[in-house]
């Protein structure tokens, strides 16, 4: 009898396939040596590493719901023995004291030793105890690195890969993989490694807290990324049903393909514009096939995430760039300046011991901080600018002397770049993320300084409602529909539409097809999204009326709790 679990559904469908238990134990392990008197150090990092993995599993144990299986506090018990046991947690104390070698070598040769030992086991049950041993190594490898995952290849064509957490930054390097489908233990809803997911258009569920400790490798599980849910072994009337929703789903999928060439336009016919977002230069040629009338946000910063050492110079920049102007063949291409900070963290900036990442030095803020990073971006995007219709979007606005500064690096590096004579578009479009309420409520300003806004719904929510949108244990309130938020996409809609200046969203509530209505009644008219949705909403936008959505506004706005908004729209 199978285990059925619940999480977060990212979408992308049903996918029926053998688990791939990826591990930290499957990095790269460094190796190196260490002087005499820094052996108690290692020593204590080791044991500290040891303590923390203990925590974490403690934490867990504490927090099982009481209906979860009871096989979830027998494989908890068994880690945390495990933990315990000398083996793991005094045998590299020895390794490293003789062989005078970094704690994370000495743990993966103790962890080679035990696992050659289990290979010589007869016995079925204990040999399957290989797996628990590896878990809680990763645990402890975790605790002591925080490195990425680097991806393993998939063992087989229908590898699901279950990780306990994934990062954007280890999302990234998996845009290269080919899994079938992938689970995670946590992430919130718009967290970057969801977008990420969603940009893969594979079957995904997110914050399935112990899917890790559950699923052992090659178990047959199926992945529902549209309801969230992830059965383990299933039997096998429950595989006949999952295969009939497999192939229902395709066929839905393929059903939109008829609509790839149409225009948005509404059933009173007004244009709307569909674009695309994209976190690698690559990404333009699924945009392409997918129909999108140009990059409506380019994440820049995920250039920024893929090499763990160096950061990508000017050139390389300059190719990234110039190659997404000149693939989107003429559409325009709006490339966000690095956003990093929160949950984007490249390697040179772990060591940032900011208390609270989020409110810190992130977005814009960063780049003031760090004007060199921030001028050779420019410098870049200017250069490349000569190759196609180029505009420049910056993140994480709170305050107009950003935009003035923006301003000011971007005329000193368009005078110098002048001076060696080398081609730009001098007439660039210099764009605004909205997504700090203080940027929202002043709008007007802002837009006296800029050519464009586009709304950034995710961190809006997330600035709005107090939540954090990467903490799943907070995602039931990141809700799009509730009113403060539906004031102030109002707000930003008919300021901008006022003053005259386009706005776009490029936040993930454009993306999902139940919101469409909602934002073409708010007067929304361009929309960005990955390439992955712009055929479902584009389905809902040939189906609406934009005169009766137009009616439903003043109820919208009087609404007073995300419930009643949800009741309206359930009759748009
Ligand atoms: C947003 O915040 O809505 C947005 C589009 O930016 P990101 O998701 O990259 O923070
Ligand atoms: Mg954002």
């Known amino acids: 009898m199978g285990i059925t679990l619940h999480g977060i559904g990212i979408g992308g469908g049903v996918a029926i396939g053998h688990a791939h238990v990826i591990s930290h134990n499957e990095i790269e392990i460094a190796h190196y040596g260490i002087a005499e008197e820094d052996v108690p150090q290692e020593i204590s990092r080791f044991d ?123 999302m990234v390097l998996f845009k290269d993989t080919h899994y079938f489908a992938f689970i995670t233990d946590v992430g919130g809803p718009t967290s970057h490694t969801a977008i990420l997911a969603r940009s893969l258009d594979l079957p995904a569920v997110l914050a399935l807290r112990h899917a890790q400790a559950l699923i052992r490798e090659d178990e047959l599980i199926i992945v529902d990324g549209i309801n969230g849910v992830v059965i383990v072994d299933p039997d096998e009337q429950v595989l006949v049903e999952y295969r009939a929703r497999q192939s229902d789903w395709q066929a839905s999928q393929r059903a939109l393909q008829d609509i790839r060439y149409a225009h948005p336009v509404t059933r009173d016919g007004v244009e709307i514009e569909l674009l695309a977002n994209i976190e690698l230069p690559d990404d333009t040629a699924l945009a392409l096939a997918q129909g999108a009338a140009g990059i409506g946000l380019f994440r820049s910063e995920f250039l920024f995430l893929r090499d763990e050492d160096d950061l990508p110079t000017e050139d390389e ?117 909205i997504e700090v309420p203080a940027a929202a409520l002043t709008v007007g300003a802002f837009l006296k300084q800029l050519d464009f806004v586009s709304i950034g719904t995710n961190d809006l929510i997330q600035y709005t409602l107090a939540v954090d949108r990467n903490d799943d244990a907070v995602s039931y309130l990141h809700d799009p529909l509730h009113p403060a938020v539906i004031h102030l996409l109002h707000h930003v809609i008919t300021t901008a539409d006022r003053i005259g200046k386009p706005v776009a969203m490029c936040g993930e509530m454009a993306g999902d097809p139940q919101l469409t209505t909602l934002l073409l009644a708010l007067g929304l008219r361009r929309f960005s999204m990955l390439p992955a949705q712009l055929l479902k909403v584009k389905r809902r936008i040939l189906d609406a009326d934009l005169e009766r959505l137009q009616q439903a506004v003043p109820a919208l706005l009087l609404a007073e709790d995300a419930n009643a908004v949800r009741t309206l729209l359930a009759d748009l």
């Open 48 to 170: 500290a590493a040891i303590r923390l993995a203990r925590q974490e599993l403690e934490t867990l144990w504490g927090s099982i719901p009481e209906h979860a299986p009871a096989e979830l506090g027998a494989f908890l018990s068994l880690h945390i023995m495990l933990l315990n046991d000398h083996t793991l947690t005094a045998e590299p104390h020895l390794i490293i004291e003789a062989q005078r070698c970094n704690a994370e070598w000495a743990l993966k040769q103790q962890l080679d030793i035990l696992l050659a030992q289990f290979d010589e086991i007869e016995e079925e049950y204990l040999r399957e105890r290989r797996s628990d041993v590896i878990q809680v190594t990763d645990r402890i490898f975790k605790a002591l690195a925080g490195h990425h995952i680097q991806p393993p290849a998939p063992s087989r064509p229908d590898s699901i890969l279950v990780a306990h957490d994934l990062s954007p930054a280890d």
């Open 317 to 433: 920049q300059f190719d990234a760039y110039r190659q997404v102007a000149e693939s989107m063949q003429g559409h325009a291409v709006v490339i966000r300046t690095i956003d990093l900070g929160k949950d984007k963290i490249p390697k040179w900036q772990e060591e940032s011991d900011s208390p609270n990442p989020a409110l810190g030095l992130t977005g814009i803020r960063l780049c003031m901080a760090e004007t060199q990073l921030f001028r050779t971006q420019l410098r870049a995007l200017l250069r490349a600018s000569a190759y196609g219709k180029i505009k420049l979007l910056v993140p994480m606005l709170s305050n107009l002397n950003e935009v003035r500064q923006t301003r000011r690096h971007l005329e000193e590096i368009k005078e110098q770049l002048a001076a060696e004579g080398l081609p730009f578009d001098a007439e660039i479009e210099l764009g605004g993320m």
